[in-house]
Structure formats: C-alpha cells, structure tokens
C-alpha cells in the first residue's frame, strides 16, 4: 500500500482551520508528538473484533456522546456520560437479546465541521466555532481566533477521560483536524500496522467523505474502524468507490456506515446503498444516527430537532432492513446527560451545539430498536 501518515496532503482538505500562527502550530504539534498515543493497537483490534459481531448480527453497537465536548467538562461530568451510555447499553441488551458495543463519542470529539465559515450575529460576522480544540464558543473576535494552545488542551483533556473511561467504554471521535490526527499515527512495532493514536475509532463526516478527500486518504492507511455518515445525497456508486478506498481487502468489522439522511429522504435513499454494498461483497456494519438529518433553523438561526421526526427516522431505518432482510447493526446518538430539554425544546442562542437528546429521550429510541430486535430476532449471519 502506498501510503504514508502525510501523504493525505497531497489530496483535498476541507474543514481545516486556518492557523494565523503556523509558528505555534507546528510547536504545538510537534508536543503532541511527543507524547503517547491515547489508545492502544490491542485495544483497537478488541473493538474491530465486536464491530465483526454486530456487523454480522451477533451483537449491537451503540455509539453515543456529546456533539461536541468542552474543555470545560468535568471529570464528573465524563463519568456521568459514560454512565448513561452503560446504562442504555444495559438495557438494549436486556431488551433486545444481543451483546452491546458501548463506543461513547467521547474523549476527543472537540472538533467541529461547519455548513458556514462564518457566524452573524445583529450584523457581525466572526469566524464560525469550530469546537474548543480549535477556538472559543464566545461570540468576540479574539475568541474565535483560532489557537494552536488548544490543540494540547484537548489532548490533555482526552488524556484524562481515557483514564476514567479504560474497560467501560471504547472511544470515538470525528477525525476532522487533519495535522493533529497524523501527529497522533504509531506505527505498532511487532507488526509493522499504522494506527491512529487519538481514538479507537474515527469517522469521516459527510462534509469531508467524497472521492479524493484528504480525509479518507489518512484512515485508509490506518488500522483503526472507520465510520462515515452518509447522506441522503450519497450516490451509490461515490460509496462503492470509497468502500473500495478505505477496505480493499474488504476486511469484517472495519467500516460502520452511519446513516444519517431524515425522516423525509430515507426511504428513497438508503436502499439503494444497501444493495449497492451487498451486491458489491462489500461487508458493512449498518448505524442509524437518527438525529443529524432532522436538524432545521429557526428564524432566528438557532438549530431545532423534534422527537416525532426522529423517531419517524429510526422507524423507517428499522422497516427497510426488516424487509430487506439485513440485521441493522447499531444505533448512533447525540445526547446530554442533563436533563435539559433540546429537542422539542428550544437551544440558546449562545450554544453553537446540535441539540441533543436528554436521558429520557434517549431510553425511547434505545427502546424502539430493543422492540424491534425482539420482535424480529433477525438470524446472525454467518
């Protein structure tokens, strides 16, 4: 294979902050650097292996977590998080007869791709948030200016909730900031397999997944699962070519294909890349994220989702693999773990966040596959 941990910038790069210090950048990485990797190749393999089983109708994943975590987060904070998702992760599998991959978009998802590159706000406009590893949520100038310092911020911060979280959760994080993941690639010395250091899993938003993005050519090199949220606006064959990209080898357990198209476009959308990807030999793991294509704006520019077209969602993801007569392998989730309520709720104008599901939310839609996996109970394959 003819790739190396840099070769990704021979290729198109989109969603990276511009760096008004190059300087403090390459020193800031150059620390990370230094450091160690924040999860290991033995790891890595553990969850490419239970990834194979829910891929195969042998087990579930349940990816779940912030839409993006704050510096400010506390460790009390993280440890409450991870609670939640065990706890749903508990009942998903006393409900729904299967063992659950518990795989928290936590410790690391400090980043964030924008639709726009800049917010306006009563006739200002400043760069967008683009999560704390990069710059600050605060609507002021010197704020959203993007800082190198917060790179290491986020790997200390990582760092420390990868400690609480060891043997409860495993990892995950959308693999956006390009420079800092390749700072994090290893290379395992016994068998010679690149992997990235920062997650034990990474995905590849829909933003950045298309045929010669820079981001896909750096997973495909490393031996971590990948996942990519897919679109309504995906076409078969654009996927065919970065399934062939990212898994020639066609390897169980490396891709989860997290879908994520809303409740008006699903139906017409995913089977197409359902049979696509079978016809093709492709081995996929099939996620139901059912909150990011219900997202709307408000008139005044906050973001809305509603539980009736999530759920809408959810239910049209589950009806298509029961008549397709494919087992749907995971559920993927945006939640707090505060009782606050987003969807169906109303956002501040000041938290640039998604709204996310609060823990009573959450159980319902936990509870609709669980119903659904009961009442199928889909034979594993073999």
């Not at 460790?75 to 065990?86: E, F, H, K, S, V």
């Not at 139901?288 to 759920?311: F, Q, S």
């Not at 309520?341 to 956002?347: F, H, I, K, S, V």
Request: proline letters at 7%; hydrophobic letters at 45%; aromatic letters at 4%.
């Amino acid at each position: 294979m003819d790739w190396r941990p840099e070769s990704w910038r021979a290729f198109e790069a989109r969603q990276q902050p511009v760096y008004p210090e190059p300087i403090a950048l390459d020193a800031a990485l150059a620390e990370i650097a230094a450091r160690p990797p924040l999860v290991t190749l033995v790891e890595i393999d553990a969850l490419t292996a239970q990834l194979t089983d829910a891929q195969a109708g042998r087990a579930f994943l349940l990816q779940a977590g912030d839409c993006a975590e704050r510096l400010s987060d506390t460790p009390a904070g993280t440890r409450a998080m991870a609670a939640l998702i065990a706890n749903l992760g508990g009942e998903l599998e006393e409900r729904g007869g299967l063992p659950v991959v518990r795989l928290g978009r936590i410790a690391g998802q400090f980043a964030k791709p924008r639709s726009q590159a800049l917010e306006r706000r009563d006739g200002r406009a400043l760069p967008a948030w683009r999560g704390d590893s990069v710059n600050d949520m605060a609507f002021e100038a010197v704020a959203r200016r993007p800082d190198p310092a917060r790179l290491l911020a986020a790997y200390d911060h990582a760092a420390v909730s990868r400690q609480l979280l060891r043997g409860i959760l495993f990892s995950s994080h959308e693999g956006l900031l390009l420079p800092f993941e390749e700072t994090l690639v290893r290379r395992d010395s016994a068998s010679g397999r690149w992997f990235g250091g920062s997650a034990h899993l990474l995905w590849i938003g829909a933003r950045t997944l298309f045929p010669g993005s820079a981001h896909v050519e750096l997973l495909r090199g490393l031996a971590n699962p990948v996942a990519l949220k897919c679109g309504p606006d995906l076409a078969a064959d654009d996927l065919l070519r970065l399934l062939s990209r990212l898994n020639p080898e066609r390897m169980a357990g490396r891709i989860t294909l997290v879908i994520r198209m809303g409740a008006e476009r699903i139906v017409a959308a995913l089977p197409s890349l359902l049979r696509a990807a079978r016809s093709a030999g492709q081995p996929v793991l099939w996620c139901c994220d059912p909150l990011h294509g219900n997202t709307v704006r408000g008139p005044d520019g906050t973001k809305r989702r509603g539980m009736a077209r999530i759920e809408a969602e959810a239910q049209a993801f589950l009806d298509i693999f029961d008549a397709e007569g494919t087992p749907p392998g995971g559920l993927h989730l945006e939640l707090t773990h505060r009782g606050a309520l987003e969807c169906d709720g109303r956002m501040s104008r000041d938290d640039c966040r998604d709204p996310r599901l609060n823990p009573d939310q959450a159980r319902r839609i936990v509870r609709l596959f669980a119903a659904s996996r009961a009442h199928r109970r889909m034979p594993a394959l073999a």
